[in-house]
């Protein structure tokens, strides 16, 4: 089949190359021709795993191009794969949803189908249908289907070639049909049913595995207070198949391009039809304060921060990403910047996008080891295997003052039991903490 993928982010490319794997012609849309660029030198604007082999192994039948006019004339299906960022009061911004829809309508010369992938607020293929009528040449009928993605970040490719379902949202049995075409190869339990009940399994997902992360960081905030230990908590909980044992890790919050922005889409939505989401907005406000409780933690060791050398390990909202949307590194770092800090920071993979954002007040380190050097304190944003991996006799070692606030649990506390660190992690006991007050003032 020929298709066309409008935005080559995470959503859109993957898309692309993976229905290309799949045997499908696919064109993948970009505005942005530096991007479109470096796609056609066979290399990915976008770091994820398999994605550039995949794009060299499918290279044939993947063709890259600003050029929308011929993709969206020639297409028997066209995916519309961009972003639906936050507006400022929280609201899902579709300007570039109806900018792709604009160049669509202006350029189909057959009836197509348009399949919506990005995450829009419920009601949106409805009014997307209407817009496209209103708009094309006379004779011509554009489809509108909702067809949501649940890819997360990382392991991007194989959730998309294995994943989890496949909804259809559309009214239509033909347009239905040529879904099923276009996925026949895939092998994913298939859901087909209204536009708007599509729209609604997107976001009441995303949704409620934010809730499901807030509740463990609740449940894991109260444990810290209570002396019970979160991880054998969430294990307890997760042998219970209907709770389950994913999404209960506790830590400093959830950040990337998707909760955040569509437990407030959520939120926003509901409320703009009088009705008030309390669970979505609990889970959103203790999200927000979960970021905040490192610096709460580091205050416990040292009233004073001005001035203070500080490890930072992480910078990403995960690992193996080079994303910091949300991340809580954002909230934290300008934070202990106005607090005078020395700050040295070290990421595999994200310090590049953080330099763009604060080019000076950081120091940028290339090892781990050369972040710990002579520092007060240390700050574990991302669990990242080299973290997880490392020594950590090298924390006693390297720092000046062995003070780990870890927030992504990435050790045991037995690992810090015979040491002199003071090991602080999230909604578990403080290790070697009685000498903490030799630290600072508690
Ligand atoms: C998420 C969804 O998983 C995906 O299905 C959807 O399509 C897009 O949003 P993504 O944002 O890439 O994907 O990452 P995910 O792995 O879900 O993690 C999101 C955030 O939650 C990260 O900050 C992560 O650290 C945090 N998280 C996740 C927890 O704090 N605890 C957990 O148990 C799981």
């Given at each position: 089949?020929?298709?066309?993928?409008?935005?080559?982010?995470?959503?859109?490319l993957?898309?692309?190359?993976?229905?290309?794997?799949?045997?499908?012609?696919?064109?993948?849309?970009?505005?942005?021709?530096?991007?479109?660029a470096?796609?056609?030198?066979?290399?990915?604007?976008?770091y994820?795993?398999?994605?550039?082999?995949?794009?060299?192994k499918?290279?044939?039948?993947?063709?890259?191009?600003?050029?929308?006019?011929?993709?969206?004339?020639?297409?028997?299906?066209?995916?519309?794969?961009?972003?639906?960022?936050?507006?400022?009061?929280?609201?899902?911004?579709?300007?570039?949803?109806?900018?792709?829809?604009?160049?669509?309508?202006?350029?189909?010369?057959?009836?197509?189908?348009?399949?919506?992938?990005?995450?829009?607020?419920?009601?949106?293929?409805?009014?997307?249908?209407?817009?496209?009528?209103?708009?094309v040449?006379?004779?011509?009928?554009?489809?509108?289907?909702?067809?949501p993605?649940f890819?997360?970040?990382?392991?991007?490719?194989?959730?998309?070639l294995?994943?989890?379902?496949?909804?259809?949202?559309?009214?239509?049995?033909?347009?239905?049909?040529?879904?099923?075409?276009?996925?026949?190869?895939?092998?994913?339990p298939?859901?087909?049913?209204?536009?708007?009940?599509?729209?609604?399994?997107?976001?009441?997902?995303?949704?409620?595995?934010?809730?499901k992360?807030?509740?463990?960081?609740?449940?894991?905030?109260l444990?810290?207070?209570v002396?019970?230990?979160?991880?054998?908590?969430?294990?307890?909980?997760?042998?219970?198949?209907?709770?389950?044992?994913?999404?209960?890790?506790?830590?400093?919050?959830?950040?990337?391009?998707?909760?955040?922005?569509?437990?407030?889409?959520?939120?926003?939505?509901?409320?703009?039809?009088?009705?008030?989401?309390?669970?979505?907005?609990?889970?959103?406000e203790?999200?927000?304060?979960?970021?905040?409780?490192?610096?709460?933690?580091?205050?416990?060791?040292?009233?004073?921060?001005?001035?203070?050398?500080?490890?930072?390990?992480?910078?990403?909202?995960k690992?193996?990403?080079?994303?910091?949307?949300?991340?809580?590194?954002?909230?934290?770092?300008?934070?202990?910047?106005?607090?005078?800090?020395?700050?040295?920071?070290?990421?595999?993979?994200?310090?590049?996008?953080?330099?763009?954002?604060?080019?000076?007040?950081?120091?940028?380190?290339?090892?781990?080891?050369?972040?710990?050097?002579?520092?007060?304190?240390?700050?574990?944003?991302?669990?990242?295997?080299?973290?997880?991996?490392?020594?950590?006799?090298?924390?006693?070692e390297?720092?000046?003052?062995?003070?780990?606030i870890?927030?992504?649990?990435?050790y045991?506390?037995?690992?810090?039991?015979d040491?002199?660190?003071?090991?602080d992690?999230?909604?578990?006991?403080?290790?070697?903490?009685?000498?903490?007050?030799?630290?600072?003032?508690?």
């Amino acid at each position: 089949m020929k298709i066309a993928v409008a935005g080559t982010g995470y959503v859109g490319l993957v898309t692309g190359v993976c229905l290309a794997e799949n045997g499908h012609e696919v064109t993948c849309v970009d505005v942005d021709e530096a991007k479109i660029a470096l796609m056609n030198q066979g290399i990915s604007p976008i770091y994820e795993d398999g994605l550039e082999e995949l794009m060299q192994k499918n290279k044939q039948r993947l063709c890259y191009t600003t050029d929308y006019m011929q993709a969206y004339s020639t297409a028997d299906v066209i995916f519309i794969g961009v972003g639906t960022p936050e507006k400022r009061d929280g609201s899902a911004n579709l300007k570039y949803v109806y900018s792709v829809a604009d160049q669509i309508a202006e350029n189909v010369v057959k009836d197509c189908v348009v399949v919506v992938k990005s995450t829009v607020p419920i009601g949106t293929n409805d009014r997307l249908e209407v817009y496209f009528e209103e708009r094309v040449r006379a004779g011509i009928r554009v489809f509108v289907a909702s067809n949501p993605e649940f890819l997360a970040q990382g392991t991007a490719v194989k959730d998309t070639l294995y994943p989890s379902r496949i909804i259809i949202g559309t009214e239509e049995d033909f347009v239905a049909n040529i879904l099923k075409k276009v996925y026949q190869d895939f092998s994913a339990p298939l859901l087909i049913t209204n536009r708007k009940s599509a729209e609604m399994i997107k976001y009441a997902s995303n949704d409620f595995l934010a809730l499901k992360i807030s509740y463990i960081n609740e449940i894991a905030n109260l444990c810290e207070l209570v002396g019970a230990d979160i991880e054998d908590v969430a294990t307890g909980m997760g042998f219970d198949s209907r709770i389950g044992n994913k999404f209960l890790h506790a830590g400093i919050g959830y950040g990337g391009s998707c909760f955040p922005k569509d437990t407030k889409a959520l939120h926003w939505f509901a409320n703009f039809h009088d009705y008030e989401m309390k669970t979505i907005k609990a889970a959103i406000e203790v999200n927000d304060n979960q970021k905040l409780r490192m610096i709460k933690k580091a205050r416990k060791f040292y009233r004073e921060l001005k001035g203070l050398t500080i490890s930072v390990l992480g910078l990403t909202f995960k690992p193996g990403t080079d994303d910091l949307r949300e991340a809580p590194s954002l909230v934290n770092i300008p934070i202990l910047m106005d607090e005078e800090c020395k700050i040295q920071a070290w990421d595999p993979v994200g310090s590049e996008n953080f330099k763009k954002r604060f080019p000076e007040g950081i120091v940028y380190c290339d090892t781990i080891e050369e972040a710990l050097t002579n520092s007060d304190l240390c700050m574990i944003f991302t669990d990242w295997e080299e973290i997880k991996r490392l020594d950590v006799h090298k924390y006693s070692e390297y720092m000046r003052k062995p003070i780990v606030i870890d927030g992504r649990n990435c050790y045991h506390l037995e690992q810090f039991e015979d040491t002199d660190i003071i090991y602080d992690s999230v909604g578990r006991r403080i290790v070697n903490g009685a000498h903490s007050i030799g630290y600072g003032v508690m």
